[in-house]
């Protein structure tokens, strides 16, 4: 009984989430105002790519009491991995990385490599409206995408399945609850038909930026960067690929991920301890954008994140 007390009375955090500065649909002050209400004791916004929602979030954080950690969420190339597609051709794969504790200086080396990766998201995003006109999505346009997203280099691949579903409802059907899952599925998911990577500056680039300003690095839902799909391959790809991450800099795994089941987050946490990593966690909340996902609480409504995580994390600064 006291167990179950003093579970439920653990403090908990939220260290994956995304506001209108990036693909998600609140703003930073409605975002803390939701933190503060699900009862969060910290919170990190990682948008991609940026951290333009600092100023704002820091300020509603401080009047909502909720701790506030800086984050960024980046895609990288995995230069060890590749993925086979149904054709057996070799493809090399990008993977999310999560950044803590990024530093604000728009000097330092870590905010340039994300001025970096805003130029190449920019890149991607003309290519991307240019090849989709071309496969019959004609009233797609730049501009569109801009109202949703705010500027070029912050549109990204929700953003377009938005979009799609609001121009093209002929070619992918009407919106619905699973109207982003098919649109990912069929052309902008990894292996779709319109698939463009974002980048190719690699991890290793990435890490040696945080260097010596106290960032801390974890990589973001490994299972759906690396494909593994079951238990089985958790336990036997996970080690390996987990404590080659590790030798490249990176601190956490995010363990406790807001779109997995509560046993599935069991197995990485095992793993990611293994191999004596810090387990990292977060909803990955979006807001409308992925209407299923709750901030704090994940996908299935059970997702505790607990607060010492961040202490761990806070002593790997270094
Ligand atoms: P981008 O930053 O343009 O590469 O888009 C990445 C975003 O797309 C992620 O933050 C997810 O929110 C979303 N995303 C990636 N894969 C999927 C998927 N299979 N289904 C739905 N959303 C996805
Ligand atoms: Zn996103
Ligand atoms: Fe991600
Ligand atoms: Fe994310």
């Known amino acids: 009984m006291t167990v179950g007390v003093r579970r439920y009375c653990a403090a908990v955090i939220d260290l994956h989430t995304h506001s209108a500065c990036s693909d998600g649909s609140d703003t930073p002050t409605e975002l803390a105002a939701r933190a503060a209400a699900a009862g969060l004791t910290a919170i990190a916004l990682t948008d991609h790519d940026t951290t333009a929602s600092h100023d704002e979030m820091a300020a509603a954080c401080d009047r909502h009491g909720v701790e506030l950690v800086a984050g960024v969420e980046v895609s990288l190339r995995d230069t060890t991995v590749t993925r086979r597609d149904a ?108 698939y463009i990577p974002k980048t190719e500056r690699t991890i290793e680039e990435f890490v040696s930026a945080g260097a010596g300003d106290g960032v801390v690095f974890s990589i973001a839902h490994p299972l759906l960067n690396y494909g593994l799909e079951d ?78 995580v961040l202490v761990e994390l806070k002593s790997a600064r270094n």
């Open 87 to 194: 054709d057996g051709n070799e493809h090399p794969i990008n993977v999310h990385v999560l950044a803590y504790f990024a530093p604000m200086d728009p000097a330092s080396a870590l905010q340039r490599a994300l001025a970096d990766l805003r130029f190449d998201r920019e890149a991607r995003n003309r290519e991307l409206v240019d090849l989709l006109v071309s496969m019959g999505f004609t009233r797609l346009t730049l501009p569109y995408l801009v109202d949703l997203a705010g500027r070029v280099d912050t549109i990204g691949r929700p953003h377009f399945a938005r979009a799609m579903t609001e121009l093209h409802p002929e070619i992918v059907g009407p919106a619905g609850p699973d109207s982003t899952s098919r649109i990912f599925a069929e052309w902008l998911g990894t292996g779709g038909r319109a």
């Open 231 to 308: 238990h089985e391959s958790i336990a036997v790809r996970g080690p390996g690929l987990f404590s080659s991450l590790r030798d490249r800099g990176l601190t956490g795994v995010e363990a406790y991920y807001g779109g997995t089941t509560a046993e599935t987050r069991r197995v990485v946490l095992k793993v990611t301890r293994d191999v004596g990593m810090v387990p990292t966690g977060g909803s990955d909340y979006h807001g409308t954008y992925k209407p299923d996902v709750a901030l704090a609480k994940g996908r299935y409504g059970d997702l505790h994140v607990p607060d010492e």
